[in-house]
């Protein structure tokens, strides 16, 4: 039996279902309150008769027009992310926008062009995984594509790993920007040899990822940057959304600001949003009395994929939360406040949705659960790794996998206890704890993290467990 499969593990953002969660309430011998946040909302919207899903579904296939796409920077600190998100914008700044201030909202659009025809591109410009997860974490995926910062002279490092395994979970797609590549020691060639051990295959070693060669600081491979962002897009991705109808998006930033009160980014994913639109985001609700781009311009309108910032709300959205145009004022206050309203109830029930081992081995005694999803922290490499090879060989029956959702070398981060959140995974830290705000986290969503200092003790339990055989801890 094939117990472990890795390239599915790589990209399995499967987790466990709602009812499997219900029936595990019912045998621990509670009642499990579903409340997943992201479906404790649509109720409430339906309750306004607002069903997003409905609307997207319902949309004329004639009324859905070409949208850019959203990219994130990712990769290790100092491999360049900031530097190229710099290059990419200042490349792309037009005659009639130079010498005008460019203002750091959150995030850019560019246009260039590509193939004959001027395409626009947006990047979120605040780099790393860490905001991506934390926005996946508040079910909001604005990224299309990631772009995976590694400078030739380092290679693969822990946070390459980590990004990529991160990008791979939520399912986007990635191209490889293969930077620094104007040092003496650069080495591209093994950047691509690197990342083929984690399933990305450059296209000229006949896979499917593009690689591109840059330097961020020389401005090389810029464009060619751009163009593989723009093939990858037309290649896997329909980007298209219908712009002729009420706003709904995703806020990406948000801050007080002395002057002009609470100032929030938000990225339209769907139709246009207008000066004078009454907005609920998340819990912020107000009209929109300004709107200005990433060139400190007043906009009047944005359309799809396009990034503003608003001013006009009554409070400061969270990074991540949704938001939506209403027909009148007095609705997009009542959605706010009914909101608030279910965060604080969710806070509670959260934590009993989450799973420890003890109940994974219940869940699986009774046949309620099929995969066992992991998270490896470790103090060195070579830990790591023996203890995945280890966990591969474990033999259970066919029905249940394991899978090994991300293992990297360092402290248990908060980024790790998202990542564990969203995919229901459970934590293994092997000689390292976690860091003081990754432990609240954990507390507060309920994440189980298991410490061993030595890989037979972890084998152990984890074997155990998923033999279904696992003693509760006392
Ligand atoms: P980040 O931590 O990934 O955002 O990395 P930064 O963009 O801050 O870059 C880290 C350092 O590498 C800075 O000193 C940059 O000037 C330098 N750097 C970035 N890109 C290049 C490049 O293409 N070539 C060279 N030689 N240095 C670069």
């Known amino acids: 039996t094939i117990l472990f499969n890795l390239g599915e593990m790589a990209t399995a953002t499967e987790s466990l279902d709602e009812a499997t969660f219900e029936v595990l309430g019912v045998e621990l011998g509670y009642k499990v309150q579903m409340v997943s946040p992201e479906d404790e909302d649509k109720e409430l919207l339906e309750g306004f008769g607002l069903d997003l899903e409905q609307e997207l579904a319902d949309e004329d296939d004639g009324d859905l027009e070409i949208r850019p796409p959203v990219v994130t920077v990712?990769?290790?600190?100092?491999?360049?992310?900031?530097?190229?998100?710099?290059?990419?914008?200042?490349?792309?700044?037009?005659?009639g926008e130079a010498g005008g201030i460019t203002q750091h909202i959150g995030a850019y659009q560019i246009w260039?062009?590509?193939?004959g025809h001027e395409r626009a591109i947006t990047f979120i410009d605040t780099p790393g995984h860490e905001a991506?997860?934390?926005?996946?974490?508040?079910?909001?995926?604005?990224?299309?594509?990631?772009?995976?910062?590694?400078?030739?002279?380092?290679?693969?490092?822990?946070?390459?790993?980590?990004?990529?395994?991160?990008?791979?979970?939520?399912?986007?797609?990635?191209?490889?920007?293969?930077n620094k590549i104007d040092k003496p020691d650069a080495n591209p060639a093994r950047v691509r040899q690197q990342l083929t051990e984690y399933g990305l295959v450059a296209e000229e070693y006949g896979g499917d990822v593009m690689f591109v060669d840059v330097s961020a600081r020389e401005n090389i491979g810029i464009q060619d940057l751009l163009d593989a962002v723009l093939l990858t897009a037309d290649a896997g991705l329909d980007l298209r959304a219908n712009p002729n109808?009420?706003?709904?998006g995703v806020a990406i930033e948000a801050k007080l600001d002395k002057g002009r009160g609470s100032v929030a980014t938000v990225l339209i994913q769907s139709g246009t949003l207008r000066v004078g639109d009454a907005i609920v985001a998340g819990t912020a609700y107000g009209r929109v009395r300004a709107m200005?781009?990433?060139?400190?311009?007043a906009v009047e309108e944005a359309a799809p994929a396009r990034p503003v910032q608003v001013q006009g709300l009554n409070s400061v959205p969270r990074a991540g939360d949704t938001f939506l145009v209403t027909d009148e004022d007095r609705m997009a206050r009542q959605i706010a406040e009914k909101r608030e309203a279910a965060a604080r109830n969710a806070q509670l029930a959260k934590a009993?949705?989450?799973?420890?081992?003890e109940d994974f081995t219940r869940a699986l005694e009774e046949g309620k659960v099929e995969s066992l999803n992991l998270i490896i922290k470790g103090d060195v490499s070579g830990a790591v790794e023996a203890l995945e090879e280890s966990l591969m060989?474990?033999?259970?029956?066919?029905?249940?996998?394991?899978?090994?959702?991300?293992?990297?070398?360092?402290?248990?981060?908060?980024?790790?206890v998202d990542l564990a959140t969203i995919d229901n995974a459970i934590i293994v830290g092997f000689n390292v704890r976690p860091d003081q705000k990754a432990r609240e986290r954990a507390q507060r969503e309920g994440v189980d993290i298991r410490f061993y200092s030595v890989i037979y003790s972890a084998l152990e339990d984890i074997e155990n467990s998923l033999k279904g055989m696992l003693k509760p801890e006392f």
Do not use: C, W, Y
């Open 74 to 95: 990712m990769g290790h600190v100092d491999h360049g992310k900031t530097r190229l998100l710099d290059a990419i914008r200042q490349t792309n700044v037009t005659a």
């Open 112 to 115: 260039t062009e590509h193939d």
């Open 132 to 178: 991506f997860t934390a926005m996946r974490a508040r079910g909001a995926q604005v990224t299309d594509i990631a772009i995976l910062v590694v400078a030739a002279d380092d290679g693969i490092m822990p946070q390459t790993v980590e990004a990529l395994n991160h990008a791979q979970a939520a399912g986007v797609p990635i191209v490889v920007a293969v």
């Open 245 to 248: 109808k009420d706003a709904r």
């Open 292 to 297: 200005m781009d990433e060139n400190g311009d």
């Open 352 to 357: 009993r949705k989450r799973i420890s081992l």
């Open 393 to 416: 060989k474990i033999e259970v029956d066919d029905t249940v996998q394991l899978r090994i959702l991300h293992r990297g070398v360092g402290a248990v981060t908060e980024s790790d």
